[in-house]
């Protein structure tokens, strides 16, 4: 699967990306079912990034996007998922390790650091209740914005305007 996005990290301007998402036995072979087995990860995820538009970004010899690497690894837990990402940035270019750090300084993985923050503070506030929209006979709980009128008093149509 891949994604076509816009991106902007930080003080950096806005740029075009291609994130490539592809299986992540392709990185961790039969690992991963033993570690999923072992309960040390519920969920993996791997992908491969570049920087460019559209098409147009540099990709390896298998076609994927090649300025960053990505590794997501979840457990589920009693209070929820825990996510921890993992970045390989300018690795796989080929270039001398002088170039890749220009190239990949330290202050965009702070940017990275930033996005993945942001990004889960938001999602922890609204998977919860796509959850809920979702699961609500099988949680025992009324059934959301429909039926009762007290929830659909405070429900409001604007949640993502």
């Known amino acids: 699967m891949t994604h076509f996005i816009k991106e902007s990290l930080g003080g950096i301007d806005v740029m075009d990306m291609q994130l490539k998402y592809l299986d992540p036995a392709e990185i961790f072979g039969e690992e991963l079912s033993k570690t999923k087995e072992r ?12 920087i460019g538009e559209n098409w147009k970004c540099p990709k390896d010899d ?16 009693p209070y929820g998922l825990v996510l921890r990402n993992h970045y390989w940035l300018a690795d796989e270019l080929g270039v001398p390790a002088e170039q890749a750090e220009q190239m990949a300084p330290e202050q965009l993985a702070l940017y990275l650091m930033e996005h993945d923050s942001n990004e889960f503070h938001i999602l922890g506030k609204v ?10 006979e099988k949680l025992g709980e009324p ?5 009762h009128a007290k929830l659909s008093e405070l429900a409001t149509t604007k949640l993502f305007v």
Do not use: C, H
């Open 39 to 50: 309960g040390d990860a519920d969920v993996v995820l791997y992908g491969w990034a570049g």
């Open 62 to 77: 298998k076609g994927r996007p090649n300025f960053m690497q990505y590794v997501g690894v979840g457990r589920d837990t």
């Open 127 to 136: 998977i919860p209740s796509f959850y809920l929209r979702d699961n609500w």
């Open 143 to 147: 059934e959301p914005y429909t039926k």
